[in-house]
């Protein structure tokens, strides 16, 4: 819970902020990978468990199905795949699964998160600034009324800013250097 409150963080600046936003809308993507993936691994624990095999390991569809997960994070055994060698309809499924899953799904995640990315980002920055401005405004309501009032008049807004020698200038300007660019 303290670290979701460590988001709230990101408000130091605009590009941590934008990039926290397009993570979270990035996140949609992954969600479809995980799509696709259940999708193909209930359809490869299917075709798996209809096959005529022996092996321990794809004994029904959830323990099929659990062991492609497994093979798809990397987490299966090496000691296993020596054992489908004694399965060559078996071993073949699972190497047509590893090259759909493994091969095509994780590179069409990277394409969608990459493009996800792009698209979202530069709408992420403005989409910042306004979520930086809420955090301040919400803020505003913990600082005590009399250091707000010294500040205020340290900032000294009603004396007139003179912008060149004689010009009486306009109340309530910053006189200091101008960042040029952007």
């Given at each position: ?23 979270g ?17 209930l359809?490869f624990?299917?075709?798996?468990c209809?096959l005529?095999?022996t092996?321990?390991?794809?004994q ?8 492609l ?19 060559p309809?078996?071993l ?13 799904l ?16 530069q ?6 600034r ?18 707000w ?7 000294r ?13 306009l109340?309530?300007g ?6 040029a660019?952007?």
């Amino acid at each position: 819970l303290y670290f979701l409150l460590l988001t709230d963080l990101s408000v130091i600046s605009t590009r941590v902020s934008a990039y926290a936003l397009v993570c979270g809308m990035v996140l949609a993507e992954v969600g479809l990978f995980l799509f696709g993936l259940t999708f193909f691994v209930l359809a490869f624990a299917c075709a798996i468990c209809s096959l005529e095999q022996t092996s321990g390991d794809f004994q029904g569809i959830p323990m099929s199905g659990l062991n492609l997960y497994k093979m798809t994070f990397s987490m299966y055994s090496g000691s296993h795949y020596d054992l489908l060698d004694d399965h060559p309809a078996l071993l073949i499924g699972i190497l047509v699964f590893t090259l759909v899953a493994v091969v095509f799904l994780t590179n069409l995640l990277i394409a969608q998160l990459t493009c996800a990315y792009q698209v979202c980002y530069q709408d992420m920055l403005g989409f910042a600034r306004l979520s930086r401005g809420k955090i301040v405004a919400e803020t505003m309501h913990s600082v005590p009324k009399a250091r707000w009032s010294r500040f205020i008049e340290r900032l000294r807004l009603d004396e007139r800013v003179e912008f060149g020698e004689g010009d009486i200038g306009l109340a309530g300007g910053d006189l200091g250097p101008v960042a040029a660019g952007r």
